[in-house]
Every structure is written in C-alpha cells, then in structure tokens.
C-alpha cells in the first residue's frame, strides 16, 4: 500500500495560486491534504534569460494512479508556460496514513 502514495512537489508563482490548486485537487479528490510552504528563491534559464523569483513550494499527497489528474489540474490553473510538476515515490508509509490517502482520493 504505501508504495501507492506519492508526494507532487509544484512550485507556484504565489500562496494564492499554491492554495487555489491544492483546494481544486483535494474537491476533485485527486490530493488527499496539500501543505503550502513559505517562499524559497528559485534561479533558473528561461527564454535564454537567467531568472530569479520567489516561488512557493506545494506537496500533494496522492496515490500515484493520480499523477495524471494532478497534471492536468495544475496545468489548467499555474499561470507558467511550463510549470514544474514532479513526483516522489514514498517508500516507507504509515499503513494509517496510507489508507487515509487512498481513502480520500477514491
């Protein structure tokens, strides 16, 4: 079971649109909880431009049948070209939290 359960790590542009994803994945069950964090620096190439934002980390806890669905939640709401969308298999789960996870996005 708990390797059915992944983290999605997104980097968003700000907490509103970090929230606003996480509260559409956890309606549409695709994400049982999400946890926003405060902004980091990101440095990065874009455009053949060196840039640097401040961005806010958001994890979804899902089950990796829904990484797809994920996807396509955070690419109909992140305001970036090509948002950073990736996933984490967890190895190591605690049976009660996996089975809520699973619960929550069924």
């Known amino acids: 079971m708990a390797s059915d359960i992944i983290d999605v790590w997104v980097n968003c542009p700000s907490k509103e649109c970090a929230h606003d994803i996480a509260e559409a994945?956890?309606?549409?069950?695709?994400?049982a909880c999400a946890n926003v964090f405060p902004a980091i620096?990101?440095?990065?190439?874009?455009?053949?431009?060196?840039?640097?934002e401040l961005e806010y980390p958001l994890v979804?806890?899902?089950?990796?049948?829904?990484?797809?669905?994920?996807?396509?939640?955070?690419?109909?709401?992140?305001?970036?070209e090509v948002p950073s969308i990736v996933a984490m298999n967890l190895r190591h789960v605690d049976p009660a939290y996996a089975g809520w996870v699973i619960e929550e996005t069924s």
């Open 25 to 31: 994945c956890i309606e549409q069950r695709a994400a």
């Open 41 to 52: 620096a990101s440095v990065f190439r874009w455009n053949e431009n060196i840039d640097r």
């Open 60 to 80: 979804l806890k899902t089950r990796v049948e829904l990484f797809e669905a994920v996807c396509s939640i955070v690419r109909e709401k992140h305001p970036y």
